[in-house]
């Protein structure tokens, strides 16, 4: 996943995960990416710019959103707070027949669940219930976490948010999205590295010409704004997570200048790295 985990709920027979993510985590900005779980994202304060497979969505404090699986999504938030809930649905409601089909057809991709619930207040009090349940303490909490998976995927289908074997515009199945992915995958695998856009593109299987159109237009960033991001993000991860110096650091994530790393840093996140690793 793309976040720090502050909760990890369950076994391999019950995967789910909930992050609260703010101006304080290494990832607050959601970098482009994808998964094969559902996730589930709440606005608690402020307005979260959501961006999946290339639709734009502003969510403002209080609104839902749900990203199908092997959906490309990434986010910007703007003074705000949200939390995000990611989870594998067929380890979850595989004991009923039913519901495992609708599982399976939902993580094939025959079923799309609608992106955005702003207006809906049985669903969005659904989904809070379900937020809500994965803060408890108490011995078997998993059961209320399950009752309220199943209140809102009720309320979802009895509501009629979903469509049956659509092909949208820009679909998990689009080449164009294939072939991103595979840019982003190479860029987050190869960070380290000095990286020029002929070997990026080159990983998409795409002209550079074409290839910066096509990446800018899915994540609103040129291919070395997002390898930049990624590099501060692990920065960040790496200034929290351990004790290495910063010039380490900066040579780590893919920088060769340290002078350069400080200022990159600094004016992506408004602080030097020392100041991020003290907290202030």
């Known amino acids: 996943?793309?976040?720090?985990?502050?909760?990890?709920?369950?076994?391999?027979?019950?995967?789910?995960?909930?992050?609260?993510?703010?101006?304080?985590?290494?990832?607050?900005?959601?970098?482009?990416?994808?998964?094969?779980?559902?996730?589930?994202?709440?606005?608690?304060?402020?307005?979260?710019?959501?961006?999946?497979?290339?639709?734009?969505?502003?969510?403002?404090?209080?609104?839902?959103?749900?990203?199908?699986?092997?959906?490309?999504?990434?986010?910007?938030?703007?003074?705000c707070i949200y939390e995000a809930i990611v989870f594998q649905p067929e380890g979850l409601f595989s004991p009923v027949s039913q519901t495992r089909s609708f599982c399976e057809e939902l993580l094939s991709g025959n079923i799309l669940l609608d992106e955005v619930y702003s207006d809906d207040e049985e669903i969005i009090t659904a989904a809070n219930r379900l937020f809500d349940s994965l803060k408890t303490t108490y011995d078997y909490y998993h059961i209320e976490v399950i009752a309220a998976l199943y209140g809102l995927f009720g309320a979802i289908i009895k509501k009629g948010r979903y469509q049956n074997q659509i092909a949208l515009p820009y679909s998990p199945c689009d080449k164009r999205i294939v072939k991103l992915k595979k840019a982003i995958s190479y860029m987050r695998k190869n960070y380290q590295q000095q990286l020029s856009l002929e070997e990026i593109s080159e990983a998409a299987g795409m002209s550079s010409k074409y290839f910066c159109s096509a990446f800018k237009e899915l994540t609103h960033q040129t291919p070395f704004e997002y390898l930049t991001a990624h590099r501060i993000e692990r920065a960040k991860q790496l200034l929290t997570e351990t004790d290495d110096s910063i010039t380490n650091i900066a040579y780590t994530c893919g920088f060769n200048d340290l002078s350069y790393f400080i200022k990159?840093?600094?004016?992506?996140?408004?602080?030097?790295?020392?100041?991020y690793r003290k907290g202030l």
């Open 1 to 79: 996943m793309a976040y720090n985990e502050i909760l990890h709920r369950g076994t391999g027979e019950f995967t789910i995960e909930l992050y609260r993510l703010d101006e304080h985590h290494p990832r607050y900005h959601m970098a482009h990416h994808w998964h094969s779980a559902v996730e589930i994202i709440r606005v608690l304060e402020g307005e979260l710019t959501l961006n999946i497979n290339n639709a734009e969505h502003r969510l403002a404090q209080g609104s839902i959103a749900i990203i199908n699986p092997d959906f490309v999504h990434g986010a910007q938030p703007s003074e």
């Open 264 to 275: 990159t840093f600094k004016a992506k996140t408004e602080t030097t790295p020392s100041a």
